[in-house]
């Protein structure tokens, strides 16, 4: 998936840059992607012990 200008794949690991608190992920906080939609732009990303669901990935602003 690309977005932004970079290419995401499952596997590469990602940081948190903006404080999410409806989802509990904090700026800073390093995660791995585990899943991508790439119909729907939606992202995975597991935290430590729990997974984070994306909707819209790159699409309006809630991702």
């Known amino acids: 998936m690309e977005r932004f200008g970079w290419t995401f794949c499952p596997g590469e690991k990602v940081m948190q840059v903006t404080n999410d608190y409806d989802r509990e992920v904090y700026n800073g906080d390093l ?33």
């Open 31 to 63: 995660g791995v992607i585990s899943g991508l939609d790439m119909e729907e732009s939606e992202l995975t990303v597991r935290f430590e012990d729990r997974l984070v669901f994306r909707p819209g990935f790159g699409g309006t602003g809630d991702g």
